[in-house]
Structure formats: structure tokens, C-alpha cells
């Protein structure tokens, strides 16, 4: 059975912090107020409507911060339910094979594979591969690759000597023709997607270790089987 989970973030709420700073603010107010009061001439005193309009803008801004506190829950809610909905409608995708375009393969057992297809014979070509962080890990170069439809493949060993641990790993092939025009390159992705995550904020789904996002699925189809009964 495919599982789906979730992980939820903690956002700090800009009212939360205003509503904090008013009360403190107030509590200033109220003693500065109590102090002129104590201290007024009494044949003089202050004129207590400019008490009163002071006390009426309070008021308001703390009516003002509760509102604004209401609009970020009912924005919260919102995005809640849009996650929930494109989490829905993610499941049907569990248990399938789903292709994507991206540059993005699964180190696992001391091996990831990039499908590429070069627009034109290459001269050159350098083939650098990133972690999830962004950082370059290993780096290799080529005299010369033919057209077409190719695989890339890496035993895990970075640049520096050790073994990278397993994830997800991103291929940037650069690549040029014999006169140094630069050779057009694709990159595509499959495999069975088994659950449904949250990463950086955003629902994917997950091919072993390889993150997918909806928008990046070029391609939905059911799992080769050679079960007859299936």
C-alpha cells in the first residue's frame, strides 16, 4: 500500500508580533496616563476628550490588528485546503510510472542513471552532477558523444574520493559541437511513484527518493507487470 504523508511548517504571524507590541505599548500608555493624572494642575486640568480620543485609537488599532489576524487564518485556511485538494488528486498517481523532463536521478546501491538525448554530435562534453543543496559533487569530461539518445551513468564516488549517500542527484551536461556552438540537450525521468510528501511547502510526489512536482509529469502510465492476472 502507497503511503502519503505530510509535514506541516510553523509560520510566525506578523498581527501575532503587532498584537505583542501593542499591548506593551498600552501598558506604557496606561502609565503615562495615570502619572498626568497624579501630577495635573487642578485648577488646570487636562482636557479629558484628549484622553478619551487616545484611548478611541487604541481602539481601532488593536480592532485593525484583529482583523488582520482573522485574514492570515482564513489565508492559512485557504492555502490548507488548495494542499489538501492538490494532494487529492496526487493519489491517483500513486502506483504508476510517471516521466518528467528534469535533469534528476536516484542515487541508490552505488548507482544513478541520467537518460539524455544531445541535439547534435558533441566534440566536448562535460557532465556535472549536483546534490539537493546545489553543491557540485562530481565532475567529468568527454572528447566527443554521438546524437541522440544516451545514458549517463555515476557509481556514486564524488570528485574528492568518497562515496556520496543515496537521494536525489541533478546531471547539467554541457556540451559542444567542433566549432564551440553549444549542443542542445534533453533529460528525462521515470519511475513508480509511492508517496505523496511535502518539500519546501510545495506537495510532490516521490519516486524512491526523487522528489516530482504536478506541474513537471510529462508523462502517466501503469507499471510494467508480468503477472497475467494483473
Not at 489538501?84 to 493519489?91: F, G, V
Not at 542513471?113 to 568527454?142: C, F, H, P
Request: glycine share 8%.
Amino acid at each position: 500500500m502507497p503511503e502519503v504523508t505530510s509535514t506541516s511548517q510553523t509560520q510566525s504571524s506578523a498581527a501575532a508580533k503587532a498584537q505583542t507590541n501593542l499591548a506593551s505599548n498600552f501598558d506604557d500608555f496606561l502609565t503615562l496616563l495615570t502619572t498626568q493624572l497624579t501630577h495635573q494642575d487642578p485648577l488646570n486640568p487636562t482636557d479629558s476628550t484628549e484622553f478619551t480620543n487616545q484611548l478611541v485609537n487604541f481602539s481601532n488599532v488593536e480592532q485593525a490588528i484583529a482583523t488582520n489576524q482573522n485574514l492570515e487564518a482564513l489565508v492559512q485556511l485557504t492555502q490548507m485546503s488548495q494542499q489538501n485538494a492538490l494532494s487529492a488528486s496526487m493519489i491517483n498517481y500513486l502506483g504508476k510510472s510517471i516521466g518528467t523532463n528534469l535533469n534528476v536521478s536516484e542515487l541508490s546501491d552505488g548507482e544513478a542513471s541520467w537518460n539524455i538525448d544531445l541535439g547534435s554530435r558533441a566534440s566536448s562534453v562535460k557532465y556535472e552532477i549536483y546534490n539537493q543543496e546545489g553543491n557540485i559533487v562530481y565532475t567529468e569530461t568527454a572528447d566527443g558523444a554521438p546524437s541522440g539518445k544516451q545514458q549517463f551513468t555515476w557509481d556514486g564516488t564524488k570528485s574528492s574520493g568518497s562515496e556520496a549517500e543515496d537521494g536525489a542527484y541533478y546531471l547539467v551536461v554541457k556540451a559542444e559541437t567542433e566549432g564551440g556552438s553549444a549542443v542542445n540537450v534533453g533529460y528525462s525521468f521515470k519511475g513508480v511513484a509511492t508517496s505523496i510528501e511535502t518539500v519546501n511547502g510545495e506537495a510532490v510526489l516521490m519516486v524512491g527518493d526523487v522528489p516530482i512536482g504536478l506541474g513537471y509529469i510529462t508523462s502517466v502510465t501503469e507499471p510494467a507487470t508480468t503477472d497475467p492476472s494483473a
